[in-house]
């Protein structure tokens, strides 16, 4: 029901924009996000977006550099990476709720839980080289 494109190989300091689609009337009232893994390590938070839109969230590692989006007349979710490093590389996976409309104040505290995303795309390749 997730289904991640744009990765690629690009070099240092170039950018790139993933996609993620989502097939299912519910999905444009679900916050909505963005992990990464690296071969051997943890799936790690990158960004999360509310449902509406309003609200995003990044990891220390990206903020500045990546830009998380969303159409809901769309139902695809975007992240815009721009300055990347060889640090960027890893596998990024789109993910979302599965609470309709989850207000702000619990997407505060529980964005970058991997335990509140119920429905996860199947990862896209992001290769960065230096």
């Known amino acids: 029901q997730l289904q991640a494109s744009g990765g690629g190989l690009v070099q240092a300091g170039g950018s790139l924009r993933l996609s993620c689609a989502a097939s299912?009337?519910?999905?444009?009232?679900?916050?909505m996000a963005w992990f990464r893994q690296v071969p051997g390590k943890e799936r790690e938070f990158v960004a999360a977006?509310?449902?509406?839109?309003?609200?995003?969230f990044y990891s220390d590692s990206v903020k500045g550099r990546f830009t998380i989006s969303r159409d809901n007349t769309k139902i695809t979710l975007y992240l815009e990476m721009n300055n990347l490093t060889p640090e960027d590389t890893a596998v990024y996976y789109c993910?979302?709720?599965?609470?309709?409309?989850?207000?702000?104040?619990?997407?505060?505290?529980?964005?970058?839980?991997?335990?509140?995303?119920?429905?996860w795309g199947q990862g896209t390749q992001v290769t960065v080289s230096s």
């Open positions: 993910a979302a709720d599965g609470r309709p409309r989850r207000d702000w104040l619990s997407l505060r505290s529980t964005h970058y839980s991997q335990g509140i995303y119920n429905y």
């Open positions: 977006i509310s449902w509406s839109g309003r609200d995003t």
């Open positions: 299912g009337r519910n999905f444009g009232t679900y916050a």
